[in-house]
């Protein structure tokens, strides 16, 4: 035998030993999926044991309820809110709220055209890009439910377009650097141009009084937030802490009084922000950036006692020269907790809930509840049992 016969027989053989392996590997690959959908099948509305935490759900996963039997926590039978106990106060006459979020589109066109990439919720179907516009939609439309006479201000990327929303939202094009690993940073600056925009227009028409409230677009406004300003008449601006040594405050939550002092004096604050964020955390991942900056911004300041970030309940602080509510996010950014850690319910008084990192779809998977069932208490019901689950978007 020739040696390249003996090469060219090694090599067949080879082959049909590749073929094998391929074949073995493609029918271990379909029995896997097989198991796994079989099991998902006879298991169909279990809540998702700690082994499986890494799977992320497609469709809503009913849990118990944590927080049953506790004061002061919504007790639920199923989806039945057993308190229904909001108390609606207005807010001051002459006096109103509006939301501003910065939103941009990222162009994922390509990405988007492969049928794998879309998601169905109640019966609408979404690509990437509309699942994100479908989360912004649905912020607005909790607003236009429980604070029908407050705005949403859309602050945004000239190139975005994002005209398709009614006369309850005013989109504000800022020019700036909208991608993703500058977004948090890019967010900042616009909070400090738009809170300009507001001293040049106040200085024009000193009469009325607009307060704002920037928020993330993941949120749901559950209750009346107006009362705010009237139960704290004395803040410039408000930030959300939660008892959590590395990240106190959630950047999700900033309201700002609309009077020409707090507007000036939040901006300040802002921009005392952005030089730490800037000079300090620009590297730090994408998202968390901004957070860090605020939490350097406040710890930095002499004699703030940080143990009162231990309690859950609102405090005023000086802080540079602007009055800062700190409101606890068990009440004004409730997120429920992902995973293994503590769950103690939802206090019955929960006025925001953040839909965080894997819960969009339970977004939108509560605005489809609502729609139904019209109670707010169910709803909120439908999201404590569903709390520990990660959903696929
Ligand atoms: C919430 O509802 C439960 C069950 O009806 C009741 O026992 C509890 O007192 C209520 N809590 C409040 C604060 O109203
Ligand atoms: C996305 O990109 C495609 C192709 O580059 C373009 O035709 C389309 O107009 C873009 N869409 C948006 C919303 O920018
Ligand atoms: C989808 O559901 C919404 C709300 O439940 C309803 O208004 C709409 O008509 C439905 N659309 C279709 C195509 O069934």
Redesign the pocket.
């Known amino acids: 035998m020739g040696r390249k016969d003996w090469l060219a027989m090694r090599s067949s053989s080879w082959n049909g030993w590749r073929r094998c392996l391929v074949f073995f590997l493609l029918v271990l690959f379909i029995l896997l999926n097989l198991f796994y959908v079989l099991e998902l099948h006879q298991n169909p509305a279990a809540q998702p044991p700690p082994k499986k935490m890494n799977t992320k759900f497609d469709h809503l996963v009913l849990g118990p309820a944590a927080g049953q039997g506790l004061p002061n926590r919504l007790q639920c039978q199923g989806t039945k809110a057993l308190n229904k106990t909001h108390t609606r106060s207005s807010s001051n006459a002459g006096e109103s709220v509006s939301f501003v979020t910065v939103f941009t ?1 990222y ?1 994922t ?1 390509l990405a988007d055209s492969r049928l794998s990439n879309f998601v169905t919720v109640g019966n609408a179907s979404y690509t990437k890009m509309e699942r994100s516009m479908a989360v912004l939609n649905v912020f607005v439309d909790f607003i236009k439910v429980t604070m029908p006479r407050s705005n949403v201000v859309i602050l945004t990327d000239p ?1 975005s ?1 994002l005209s398709l929303f009614g006369n309850s939202v005013t989109v504000y094009p800022i020019q700036g650097d909208y991608s993703r690993d500058k977004l948090m940073l890019q967010r900042i600056r616009s909070y400090i141009t738009f809170l300009e925009t507001r001293l040049e227009e106040l200085a024009q028409n000193p009469g009325h009084i607009n307060h704002y409230i920037f928020t993330d677009s993941d949120i749901a406004v559950v209750d009346d937030l107006g009362h705010l300003f009237n139960d704290h008449p004395n803040f410039h601006l408000a930030l959300t802490f939660r008892n959590n040594k590395e990240q106190p405050l959630n950047s999700g939550f900033i309201a700002v009084r609309g009077t020409t002092d707090a507007i000036l004096r939040a901006k300040i604050f802002l921009q005392e922000v952005l030089k730490v964020y800037s000079s300090k955390f620009m590297s730090a991942s994408r998202m968390l950036g901004d957070q860090l900056a605020l939490a350097w911004a406040i710890k930095s300041h002499p004699g703030f006692d940080l143990r009162r970030f231990t309690k859950a309940q609102a405090f005023l602080e000086n802080i540079g020269g602007a009055s800062v509510l700190f409101l606890p996010c068990a009440t004004y950014n409730w997120t429920p907790p992902e995973g293994a850690g503590q769950f103690h319910g939802m206090p019955l008084d929960v006025k925001v809930v953040h839909f965080k990192g894997s819960r969009k779809r339970l977004m939108l998977e509560s605005w489809n509840f609502l729609s139904s069932s019209s109670d707010i208490f169910d709803m909120l019901c439908l999201v404590l049992l569903s709390g520990r689950t990660k959903y696929d978007f």
């Open positions: 589109v162009n066109s190139a377009d």
